[in-house]
């Protein structure tokens, strides 16, 4: 089986791609530490040794509308979440501030609720003008749903990335999440494309989904020529439907992200939510093919602090990406 992972590493390297059942095959191998390998080399090959670095701010949270069913802040679920309103330009601008300082390449601000709309999404264009004018660090937006025009107005305030996830594949999607529809969530990347944004799109693995789905995923993507593709590891959360689902085993965790690397070979593959799960908050995934990593305290569950992974990143012989 080792023979199918060094084909396809070599199909990739000639620029080629692979389609649904030669990931399949890589799915299978027994040979786990070779696939890993090669998904290393891959990122090595089309990405170099940098790492990027970005951050989020939970900007409002709780009392969100959809039930998406791994999610703390859905209105539908009792979790015991904090919930607030939108935070104000001072409060953005201080965090911003203390990441830029830190070294973290990209900074975003993060609303619950199916899309920012009204008033709120008014504010939140002010907070970007005011974060633009006072801050060096790239800046991201995580705002739902939303249309063109909301899209081109973020692109006008200083936001150059938006993130979207697609969370699992089309067919499994209907089991997470009823409230909106996932061609709702592609039709939003589209226009963020099309707005001039670039854009972070991922999901969540562990919810119950197949290896298959997790391909589909990683496909829809490659589709979508995404470059930024973040890899949540659920993290249950007492209250939600999906509290009491099994957790993954590292070895899976390992070869979804390689496979992920294989089928998307020149993208930022990103550690996300769920990195407190795994060993030494995914030392080994930055050797399975992960290039990227959001760091410092997540939306709901918290992560590991900027210095230690800027450490760790160093001491795998990797580098911090620097920002012209």
């Not at 089991?175 to 061609?183: L, R």
């Not at 799960?277 to 093919?289: P, Q, V």
């Amino acid at each position: 089986m080792e023979n199918i992972i060094l084909k396809l590493e070599n199909k990739i390297n000639k620029g080629e791609t692979i389609n649904f059942e030669e990931a399949l095959l890589l799915s299978n191998v027994e040979n786990t530490e070779e696939l890993l390998k090669a998904a290393d080399q891959i990122r090595i090959k089309f990405n170099g040794k940098n790492v990027e670095l970005c951050s989020i701010m939970n900007a409002k949270s709780g009392r969100c509308s959809e039930d998406c069913k791994y999610c703390a802040q859905s209105a539908h679920y009792c979790t015991n979440v904090e919930e607030y309103n939108l935070v104000d330009e001072k409060k953005a601008l201080k965090l911003a501030l203390e990441n830029e300082h830190e070294g973290v390449n990209k900074f975003s601000l993060v609303t619950s609720g199916r899309g920012l709309m009204g008033d709120d999404f008014e504010k939140i264009l002010d907070i970007y003008k005011y974060l633009k004018k006072n801050v060096k660090i790239k800046l991201c937006a995580s705002l739902g749903i939303i249309d063109y025009s909301e899209l081109s107005k973020l692109k006008k305030a200083g936001v150059l990335s938006y993130h979207h996830n697609l969370e699992t594949s089309r067919d499994y999607y209907k089991k997470i999440c009823t409230t909106h529809t996932y061609d709702e969530r592609i039709e939003t990347i589209i226009n963020a494309k099309k707005a001039g944004l670039k854009i972070c799109s991922g999901g969540i693995i562990g919810m119950g989904e197949t290896m298959e789905d997790r391909i589909k995923l990683a496909l829809e993507l490659q589709n979508l020529e995404i470059e930024s593709i973040p890899i949540n590891v659920l993290n249950p959360i007492k209250g939600t439907p999906l509290e009491n689902t099994p957790p993954l085993t590292q070895e899976e965790i390992l070869k979804t992200i390689a496979i992920f690397r294989f089928i998307n070979p020149k993208a930022y593959i990103r550690l996300a939510g769920g990195r407190n799960l795994l060993e030494n908050f995914g030392e080994s995934c930055f050797k399975a093919g992960v290039n990227a990593t959001i760091t410092g305290n997540y939306l709901t569950t918290s992560g590991n602090k900027i210095s230690e992974d800027i450490q760790m990143i160093k001491n795998l012989g990797l580098e911090i990406k620097i920002d012209e």
